[in-house]
């Protein structure tokens, strides 16, 4: 993991994916928020929560994209909690993940400094682009200890929907993912 550490008093930690719906850490608050410059893709593998290392799923890393936003879930992780939140939350992203500070806006207007964790291209599990079938067969097919990569698709679509966001790469596999369940 990097070096970019939470600040004594606590943090904000933004959720672009699982997190959004199953943060399963310790928060005093939760904020919709948008991390400008960035776009979210099913471009990294996951070998230990979604699929296997032999078999991996695909879950979401942040893109740079200086013309995009992307929507997710600000927490606010109090001190008492800072390093037991950043052990687990390090062996959750264990999978290619490296924590990073960026800049969110709330949707209260509020700007916040965040931890993110982002897979870069390059680390050990990186799948990168595929056209959107392969992609989706691929989460159709995957299943791991944290269960089935579909439902992670389908999870986030939700959790996106609930957020009132419209996120065309996640709306687009989770149409062609329903075109395999429907064969």
Request: charged share 20%.
């Amino acid at each position: 993991m990097s070096s970019a550490a939470p600040p004594d008093e606590g943090f904000w930690l933004f959720g672009y994916g699982s997190l959004i719906w199953n943060p399963s850490v310790p928060h005093v608050e939760r904020l919709p928020a948008r991390l400008p410059g960035f776009s979210r893709r099913f471009w990294q593998g996951s070998h230990d929560h979604r699929g296997l290392p032999h078999a991996p799923g695909r879950v979401v890393t942040l893109i740079e994209d200086a013309d995009s936003v992307c929507t997710g879930m600000a927490f606010r992780v109090p001190a008492h909690a800072a390093v037991d939140v950043l052990h687990a939350l390090d062996h959750r992203e264990k999978n290619g993940y490296s924590r990073q500070r960026h800049g969110l806006v709330a949707d209260s207007g509020e700007h916040l400094d965040a931890l993110v964790y982002i897979a870069e291209p390059g680390n050990f599990a990186w799948l990168g682009p595929a056209p959107v079938e392969e992609v989706a067969r691929q989460i159709a097919t995957s299943v791991g200890p944290s269960g089935s990569n579909r439902d992670y698709l389908q999870q986030l679509a939700q959790a996106l929907r609930n957020l009132g966001t419209h996120d065309e790469h996640v709306f687009e596999l989770e149409a062609m993912l329903q075109q395999f369940v429907e064969r």
